[in-house]
C-alpha cells in the first residue's frame, strides 16, 4: 500500500495473552510495505518470543536497554527519531501508567518518551482494571496529548470475565494505523493561529460575566492543524484542561482585551488565524468591593471585536470566525462573513442537541461568499480537518 511507502512503525508489546494477535498485526504492515521494529517489555517475551517476532518482521527486537549485541548507537533514540507512527498492543493497564507519568524504567517507555510521532494504543486487560479510575485518568491524560486509542468488543476474556478490555482485532489495529498515516501534512512550513476557550468581564472582585465555551472546538482545530504539520500558535481563555503540546507557542488571554492584544501581537505571523473563542461580548463596570444589595444593576458597553479586527489587519492570511447562533443562523453568520472580512464562517445552531459548547460533537454549516455547505454530526477533532480541507480550497 502506498501510505506505507518509506514509512517506519514502532510495534510495542506489552505483557498480555493478546500479544500473539500482534504477530499477524506486524506480518500484515510488513508485506503493506512498512519497515517495522518491534520493542518488547520483559513480560511480553512470557507469551510471544523476540525471535517470532524478528522473523516477522525481518529486523531485531530489542527488549533490554543495555543489550550490547548491536551496532552502537543510543538505539531508543534512534527509532524514535525515524518513526512515523507508534502502536502499543497489547497495552497493559502498567504501562498506559508508566506513560502517561512519563516513567521511562524499559526500552519500550523510554523510547515511547522521546517519541514525536503519532501513537495508537490498544488496550487490553481485565475490565475492572480498565474502568478503575486512575486507568480512565491515565487514559484521558494521554488522549489529551494526542494518543489514539482503539478498543476491542465486549466479550469473554482471558480471565474468565465478561466485558469490555479485550484487546482490538489486528484488522481493527491495522485500518487504524493505515487512517492514522494518511493524515495530510499540507501545513508543514505554515502557521495556524487558532484562539480558543472563554474571556471573562468581572462585575466585583466575586462576580464575572462570561460564557458557556469549553474550549473544546478552538484545541481540536489546533490539534488538527499540528499534526498536518502546522506550527501553532494557541491563544487561549479560559478552557478545559487540556495538555498542550511543547511545540505550541501558548498565550493566555483571560479577557477580552488581553484576547485582542495577543491576536495583535501574533496575527502577522499566521497564515491561517482561526477565531474559535467565545469572548464575553460585554464589558461591566466593575464594582471594587463585593456587591451586596437586593437588586442589582449593570453598566455595560460591547467589548473589542477581535475577529473584526483580525479581518481588517489579515492582509493575505485567510481568517476563519464562528457563529454560534439561535435563530436564523444562515443569514447571521453571511452577515458576520461579510461584515468581519472573513473568508469563512463556521455556523452552529447551538440549541441543536449534540451542538455547540461543552460537547465532543457539532454540527455545523460552513458559510462563504459562494454559498453554505451543511454538514452532520460529527466529532469535533474530525470537524476541524473538514473547516482546515475547507479554508485551504478557497
Known sequence: MDVFKNKTVLVGVCGGISAYKVCGLVSRLVQSGADVHVMMTHNATEFVTPLTFETLSHNRVTVDTFDRDFT?????VTLAKKADLCVIAPATANVIAKIACGIADDFLTTTVLALKCPMLIAPAMNTAMLQNPATQNNLNTLSARGAEFVYGG???????DNGSGRMAEADGIFNEIVSMLSVKRDLVGKTVLVTSGATRADIDPV?????R?????????AAAAYARGANVIYIKGYTDDFVLPNEWSVVDAFTTQQLLDAVKSNLGKADISVMAAAPCDYIAESAASKIKSATLELNLRKAPDCAAWAGKHKGASKLIIFAAETDNGEKHALQKLNAKNADLAVLNDVTQKGAGFDVDTNIVTLITSDGAERLPLMQKRELADVILDKILSL
Do not use: D, I, Q
Open 207 to 211: 462576580r464575572f460575566l462570561s460564557n
Open 72 to 76: 552502537w548507537e543510543v538505539e531508543h
Open 154 to 160: 465486549v466479550g469473554h476474556l482471558a480471565c474468565g
Open 213 to 221: 465555551s469549553s474550549g473544546k472546538m478552538g484545541y481540536a482545530v
